[in-house]
């Protein structure tokens, strides 16, 4: 082709639009720049997803260790702040969180052992009387038939014997990677109570200088409203352990003080948690109590749910860690998704400190962010939505005025 040639060939595109791309229907351009952009998108996040899934063994400690110190680490700068030296408030903190909680948890393994016989004799007590309104109730099975249910049954464990024992083994692996990820959580939990501050600044080196200041503003903010998180969290467990404990107690349900702390654990996973673990005390109820103390079990349940919904947590979650309900329940479901039950737990943490965080990032004051996020003032929406304005007329619109629009261009 000579320069002739592609000379009227540049003319003909210049007549035709200017550039090749200009025969594309805008939609269908603007369609394809989306779908590229969110293919790139999609592609990220899968491989995260991929990358925790590989490295769970690592990053769940280091989720529960961090979610720790969130709530330890007050009581060490308190303790500092008296005088104590940091190393020496980090290791009186930790050991008495930790017979803290070996202390509760021995009481409660020993008043489940102490309750479980009686249990039992309730449970056999409540299946002999399931099996006479089988015979005896509308159904009328014979007696025949249930002992033959019950052969099956039995029939069924001992053909799945080899399956059993398997689990077990499988078990005692379980067992093992839980004691590892234990000792790996405190090992780096002790670091982030000693020095949680220089481990941070020294990580946000890799961040460019002039972002350098803005990140690490970002991650105290973050962090900050994880401590506040953790401590409300810790109190409305604390009552809703509390409330259906009592009410068990006082209907006289067996296992009340160990189903009381299952609820406090299930707290920590917003929503949710409370209630399922809360319904594990309607099934014990029900079968050692009857029809009538179970409904009246459930309705202590979703009494201490509505309590913890409209007045605890609003009254005890500052505006910097109250998420959306829709947020929450996605966290949830994909951290169960992505690292089972500690996935939860963690989940909601997680979108807590980066809600803030990111909020900061984009602020052009984060400070100031930040204190309008605390401001508990029921005029202020917590979810603010305003109607989009007029869009901005398209150049193939008949009244589009080239000039006005020129004027808001950068040089």
Request: proline fraction near 6%; hydrophobic fraction near 50%; avoid cysteine.
């Amino acid at each position: 082709m000579n320069a002739n040639e592609q000379r009227s060939d540049t003319a003909a595109v210049t007549q035709g639009g200017g550039h090749p791309s200009a025969s594309v229907h805008p939609v269908v351009r603007v369609a394809a720049e989306w779908t590229w952009r969110l293919l790139v998108i999609f592609a990220g996040l899968l491989t995260l997803g991929y990358i925790v899934t590989r490295l769970d063994t690592v990053l769940i400690p280091v989720g529960l260790a961090l979610l720790s110190s969130a709530l330890l680490v007050p009581l060490v700068d308190w303790l500092q702040g008296k005088g104590v030296p940091r190393s020496a408030a980090v290791l009186v903190v930790l050991i008495g969180s930790i017979g803290i909680v070996a202390g509760i948890m021995t009481f409660v393994v020993e008043q489940f052992i102490e309750g479980l016989p009686g249990l039992t004799e309730q449970f056999e007590a409540s299946v002999t009387q399931i099996q006479g309104w089988l015979t005896d109730g509308p159904l009328h099975f014979s007696e025949d038939q249930i002992r033959q249910a019950g052969d099956s049954v039995v029939k069924s464990i001992q053909d799945n014997r080899q399956q059993l024992t398997s689990g077990a083994l499988t078990t005692a692996t379980v067992v093992g990677e839980i004691f590892t990820g234990a000792l790996l959580t405190l090992f780096t939990l002790i670091f982030f109570l000693y020095g949680g501050s220089q481990i941070w600044e020294f990580v946000t080196r890799l961040v460019p200088t002039a972002s350098r200041r803005r990140v690490r503003l970002a991650g105290s903010q973050g962090f900050g409203s994880l401590i506040g998180y953790v401590r409300a969290t810790v109190a409305v467990a604390a009552a809703d352990a509390i409330g259906i404990g009592a009410g068990l107690a006082i209907l006289g349900v067996p296992l009340a003080l160990p189903l009381a702390s299952l609820v406090f654990i299930g707290a920590f996973i917003p929503i949710v948690g409370a209630f399922l673990t809360g319904f594990l005390a309607v099934l014990v109820a029900l079968v050692t109590k009857g029809f009538l103390t179970a409904l009246i079990v459930l309705g202590i349940i979703i009494g201490v749910m509505q309590l913890e919904a409209h007045v605890l947590q609003p009254l005890l979650l500052g505006r910097a860690v109250r998420l959306h309900p829709l947020a929450v329940v996605l966290a949830i479901t994909t951290g169960i998704v992505l690292a089972g039950i500690v996935g939860g737990l963690l989940a909601v943490p997680i979108v807590a400190l980066l809600n803030t965080a990111v909020r900061s990032l984009m602020s052009a004051d984060p400070d100031a962010t930040y204190d309008a996020l605390e401001v508990d003032d029921p005029a202020v929406p917590l979810y603010p939505a305003e109607a989009d304005g007029p869009h901005p007329p398209h150049p193939s619109d008949p009244h589009f005025d080239d000039t006005a629009q020129t004027h808001d261009r950068p040089e």
